[in-house]
């Protein structure tokens, strides 16, 4: 049973940083497309950025250009993102999701499998 968890979300003021980290089980790194997404009230959900089987990362979101970074570990079986220099308007509801095939800038195909997300507010 594939499960996907979420952490690491919460309160930062702008400029400051935050690390989500997302435990995947029931399923290896190796062989899904796995990457976060987030979704602000009243706004669509939005790639960020993902990771490829093959261990390629792809930014799907321009905004977060030079300041998210993800990244992986496959022994553990975690995916994380790194957000530096944080904004109000990165505010949302973050998301990882996995599925076995993706198209450009992180749209998942098929059966995706979501987590349940972690609330990240920019505020001061």
């Known amino acids: 049973q594939v499960q996907l968890a979420e952490s690491g979300g919460g309160l930062v003021q702008p400029g400051g940083s935050l690390r989500l980290s997302c435990a995947a089980s029931g399923f290896t790194l190796d062989d899904y497309v796995i990457g976060w997404f987030r979704q602000a009230p009243g706004k669509e959900r939005e790639g960020i950025s993902c990771?490829?089987?093959?261990?390629?990362?792809?930014v799907a979101a321009d905004s977060v250009r030079g300041r998210f970074t993800i990244s992986r570990d496959t022994a553990k079986n975690m995916l994380y993102l790194q957000m530096d220099s944080l904004k109000p308007e990165d505010s949302a509801n973050y998301y990882c999701a996995a599925a076995q095939t993706y198209i450009s800038r992180c749209v998942f195909l098929g059966r995706v499998y979501w987590g349940q997300g972690t609330q990240v507010t920019v505020s001061s």
């Open positions: 990771i490829s089987a093959g261990d390629q990362a792809t």
